[in-house]
């Protein structure tokens, strides 16, 4: 049975109003008093009522905008799903949720997003931020402003969000070129397509996967790197400008979206079992690679988890005034192969 305020307040032979202001940390009560009543409450296990509180004040619900990567991308709409299903949860505390996915990878088109969830008076943000010093001002303007703001997948240094959301991205480019160097132990020639280098989990993850070859000494010669967006139809045609050009093309690793254009150009040159491929993300167009054989090794990062996340971390942050547990909330890494799905 949950304990009310009401009790505490008798076992302490204090007013009610007393223990209000205590738990809601309100001056006006002496120390020892305080005291008393934090104590009180903690053997009790005492809970607020947090859902009385928000339905109270359901005449100005608390409005959460989550700034998304254009939905093109299926590993957005993972996300998404977590995201709706936070939202249900939620939905009885009085919280209005505002989705804004973009077109591009562009900057101002990002900061175009945060001027207008600004203008709609959000209480608080998730952010995927790209790369950009006007992002960067701009994030920490709305935090200056009284804006909660936390970023996920994509961590950029420099800005004054109270929380990250996401993997190491380095550690997981670094898994990749271990994966793939057992693939490959003779080595040969690899291509890169990274998503963009505007999105730091993409320069990360290139890194991490440049620093591991190095380390190992490995004979895995990476021809170069190209950006595709995460549109499969970018990474379709430089697929198959690799293979044109390199016959003798060994290896590719694909950093985010557009898994299904590689395995499209690899199957149009008969080369699905002839190419290693490592790519990210356990998406549906991922999971039917694994299954006939194109993609090797898919590193997931749980992406309805993450989405999920988002929402439950600013809630508990703007409506039950809790910090999350830690300042970098790591998601971590997992590794599928055609045997493990």
């Known amino acids: 049975m949950a304990v009310t305020i009401k009790q505490i307040a008798k076992l302490a032979t204090v007013s009610r109003g007393t223990v209000d202001k205590v738990l809601n940390h309100r001056p006006g009560v002496k120390e020892e008093t305080r005291q008393k009543v934090l104590k009180i409450a903690k053997e009790l296990n005492y809970q607020p009522n947090f859902l009385g509180k928000a339905l109270v004040q359901s005449k100005d619900p608390i ?16 996300m998404l799903t977590g995201v709706k299903s936070a939202q249900n949860e939620f939905y009885a505390f009085g919280i209005d949720i505002r989705i804004k996915m973009p077109i591009s990878l562009e900057p101002a ?58 993997q190491d991205h380095r550690k997981g480019g670094k898994t990749a070129a271990g994966l793939l160097a057992k693939l490959l132990p003779s080595g040969g020639d690899v291509g890169v397509i990274i998503s963009s280098y505007r999105l730091s989990c993409h320069q990360d993850r290139l890194n991490g996967f440049l620093d591991k070859l190095q380390e190992a000494s490995s004979c895995i ?45 690899l199957s149009l040159l008969n080369l699905s079992h002839n190419v290693a491929v490592i790519c990210h993300d356990l998406i549906p167009d991922t999971l039917a690679l694994l299954q006939d054989g194109t993609v090797d090794f898919a590193l997931g990062q749980s992406p309805e988890f993450q989405g999920y996340q988002l929402v439950k971390i600013l809630f508990e942050y703007l409506v039950k005034k809790q910090n999350p547990a830690s300042r970098d909330i790591e998601i971590p890494i997992t590794i599928a192969t055609q045997d493990s799905i």
């Open 109 to 166: 088109e990002q900061i175009s997003i945060l001027n207008e969830l600004e203008a709609e008076g959000v209480n608080g943000m998730a952010v995927f931020p790209i790369d950009d010093n006007m992002v960067r001002n701009k994030i920490n303007q709305l935090v200056d402003n009284g804006i909660a703001i936390i970023t996920f997948n994509s961590k950029i240094e420099g800005t004054n969000d109270f929380c990250f959301v996401g």
């Open 63 to 78: 409005k959460i905008g989550i700034i998304l990567t254009p939905e093109y991308n299926p590993y957005i709409q993972e």
């Open 221 to 265: 010669n990476v021809l170069e790197v190209q950006e595709n967006q995460d549109r499969k139809e970018e990474a379709f045609k430089i697929t198959l400008e690799y293979c044109n050009q390199h016959p003798q093309l060994k290896g590719l690793y694909i950093t985010g979206g557009g898994i299904a254009g590689v395995g499209s150009a």
